[in-house]
C-alpha cells in the first residue's frame, strides 16, 4: 500500500471522518472497475489494479477501525 494512502486513511480515521472514507473507497472502486474494462480491450493494467486492491484494503481496513 502507498504510504499517501495510509496516511490519508489514518488522517480521516483521527478525524473520525467515516463518510470521506466511504467515498474514497467508492472512487477507487470506480476506478478499478473502469481499468479492468480496459484490460478486456487488450491492455495490461494488472499493477495499477493491484495498487487499488492495495489502496482498498486499507481504506477497509480504516473503516473497520472506525466502526468499531
Given at each position: ?8 486513511v489514518d488522517t480521516y480515521v483521527s478525524l473520525n ?20 474494462l480496459k484490460t478486456r480491450q487488450g491492455y495490461d ?24
Amino acid at each position: 500500500m502507498s504510504e499517501a494512502i495510509k496516511s490519508i486513511v489514518d488522517t480521516y480515521v483521527s478525524l473520525n471522518n467515516l463518510a470521506a472514507l466511504e467515498e474514497m473507497l467508492q472512487h477507487r472502486h470506480r476506478l478499478r472497475n473502469q481499468l479492468r474494462l480496459k484490460t478486456r480491450q487488450g491492455y495490461d493494467f494488472g499493477r495499477a489494479i493491484g495498487a487499488f486492491d492495495e489502496d482498498v484494503r486499507a481504506i477497509e481496513e480504516g473503516i473497520a477501525r472506525l466502526q468499531s
